[in-house]
């Protein structure tokens, strides 16, 4: 999740049944270059585990180098293949790497070489192809390179809100011998086991299911009182900007408040107003 999954949000996803947790992406080159962008886009702590970093890279050396520097802090390092926003792809990341199938295998293979040990993951994040071969041999590639795991969104460049293709999935999962994550339109428990069941696949991955509730993993509802509790005890204890801690209330109450609630709520400006308006409302217990 661009800009979402940072350290108080994941921590929050690790109290409700997430298992693996994704950095938000991160710039490669910005994150060798830049100490300061390494300590604001990637804090972490000794709770903050298994915690895979995903990286936009487009140089095979730039990603074997962050594989390098993470090893050892971290259980992987990930490749964004999936993105299709249009500044992402303007320079030269994200999904459109899809269409560089060689690029794509070296930067995979460089960071494997750069660190053999298999217990360090080296994985993929990518979209499909309309083209059922054209999507396995892409698959094949990435394996073969050297990555141990691939996460697939079930939808080309150009879907949004289609249906994700299962039986594209599927066919990976029988074809690869490395470990195939389903992401795709998962908006609650029940959904992330039929997507399990209907292809045979080693996880699901989430993103905006659970911006709009972090306890999906463990079957809460929309704005279940003890998650955003939960959330407001993180806030407050790990000190973060007002702005992140309100803009995922946002996302956790969309579905949940009226429309007049959420008006008020969306105008709210400082951390003392939102705990009091949440408190008033029975929101959260804290």
């Not at 709770?47 to 140089?59: I, S, W």
């Not at 209330?249 to 705990?275: C, H, I």
């Amino acid at each position: 999740m661009v800009r979402y999954s940072r350290l108080p949000f994941r921590a929050l996803c690790r109290k409700f049944n997430v298992d693996v947790c994704f950095s938000p992406m991160l710039i490669s080159d910005s994150f060798i270059n830049s100490a300061s962008a390494r300590d604001a886009d990637l804090r972490s702590n000794a709770e903050d585990g298994p915690l895979v970093v995903q990286f936009a890279a487009n140089k095979g050396e730039d990603f074997a180098k962050v594989a390098q520097m993470l090893y050892g802090h971290c259980e992987g390092i990930d490749l964004n293949c999936g993105c299709p926003q249009r500044w992402v792809n303007a320079l030269n990341y994200g999904d459109i790497l899809m269409k560089q199938p060689e690029l794509l295998a070296d930067i995979v293979l460089q960071a494997r070489r750069a660190i053999p040990d298999s217990e360090f993951s080296i994985s993929v994040k990518t979209r499909v192809f309309d083209d059922l071969h054209t999507t396995i041999e892409m698959a094949r590639r990435i394996e073969k390179a050297g990555a141990t795991m691939l996460s697939i969104h079930g939808r080309t460049h150009g879907e949004r809100d289609h249906p994700v293709r299962i039986e594209t999935i599927s066919t990976i999962v029988e074809t690869l011998s490395i470990p195939v994550n389903y992401n795709g339109s998962i908006r609650t428990r029940e959904d992330a086991q039929l997507a399990y069941e209907s292809t045979g696949v080693g996880g699901v991955m989430v993103a905006r299911g659970l911006l709009h509730n972090p306890g999906l993993f463990d079957d809460r509802r929309l704005g279940d009182p003890e998650v955003l509790t939960e959330w407001t005890k993180i806030a407050l204890e790990l000190g973060i900007p007002y702005s992140s801690y309100h803009k995922h209330l946002m996302y956790m109450l969309d579905k949940v408040t009226t429309r007049p609630e959420t008006r008020v709520f969306n105008s709210l400006q400082s951390m003392l107003q939102a705990v009091s308006w949440l408190r008033e409302r029975n929101y959260i217990y804290c």
